[in-house]
């Protein structure tokens, strides 16, 4: 049974850092691996999506990277901004019943 | 752009009420889902749908069901809402093939007194 881990549950970082964010899943044979984020009280927004065969996705300051032998994925944020204070999820695809397992998030804050 | 919309952001009822929750999707997506979020407990899988018409339960199915009588509709029952199914409710779709990102709608607070 595929199992998501992101750690730290919480990270505060003052504005202008350079940030990763881990995620770790224990069944190397994923499909893809999506990152999210969510705004208190809203729904997920979705980042990036990383197939099996990419090692990395990169969009504006965002960077995802994939390694499946060691089970892990990063989400890279340049140049962290107030307005990045969210949290983010990680999820991992592996095609069982068309589910995502998804982490528990990690809650960022950017302090100005 | 892609849209998932559900019905209402917040929503109170009580004890054995039957409870609807909608979502509607505008991208002629095949799969929908339905998660719950609760606080350390995450996003759980409760229903999906590969299409029309056909449903799958996911991973905590107890005490509610679904209908996908359109493609871009699918709906959440509580068939007798209880204090336990307050929660943060979440749609979503995707297209397939399978590799596809999923998308969500901004969530249903339901409070169940």
């Known amino acids: 049974k595929q199992e998501v881990t992101q750690i730290p549950a919480a990270l505060s970082v003052p504005e202008g850092e350079n940030l990763v964010l881990n995620c770790s899943f224990t069944d190397s044979a994923i499909y893809n691996l999506q990152w999210f984020r969510q705004d208190p009280g809203k729904g997920l927004t979705s980042l990036l999506l990383i197939q099996s065969s990419q090692r990395e996705q990169t969009s504006g300051r965002l960077n995802a990277s994939l390694d499946k032998s060691s089970g892990r994925s990063t989400l890279y944020i340049a140049a962290s901004q107030p307005g990045d204070s969210a949290t983010y999820l990680c999820a991992a695809y592996t095609g069982a019943n068309s589910k995502l397992t998804f982490g528990k998030g990690i809650t960022l804050s950017v302090r100005p | 752009d892609v849209k998932v919309t559900q019905s209402s952001r917040y929503l109170v009822k009580r004890t054995g009420e039957k409870v609807f929750l909608e979502c509607v999707q505008d991208m002629d997506h095949e799969n929908m889902f339905w998660y719950r979020q609760d606080p350390g407990l995450g996003l759980r899988l409760i229903y999906f749908?590969?299409?029309?018409?056909?449903?799958e339960k996911g991973d905590i199915p107890e005490g509610y069901s679904v209908s996908r009588e359109k493609k871009e509709r699918f709906s959440l029952i509580l068939e007798s809402a209880s204090t336990n199914q307050t929660s943060m409710y979440l749609c979503?779709?995707?297209?397939?093939?399978?590799?596809?990102?999923?998308?969500f709608g901004d969530g249903t607070r339901l409070s169940i007194l």
């Open positions: 979503a779709s995707r297209r397939v093939p399978g590799n596809q990102p999923q998308h």
């Open positions: 749908s590969y299409d029309v018409k056909m449903k």
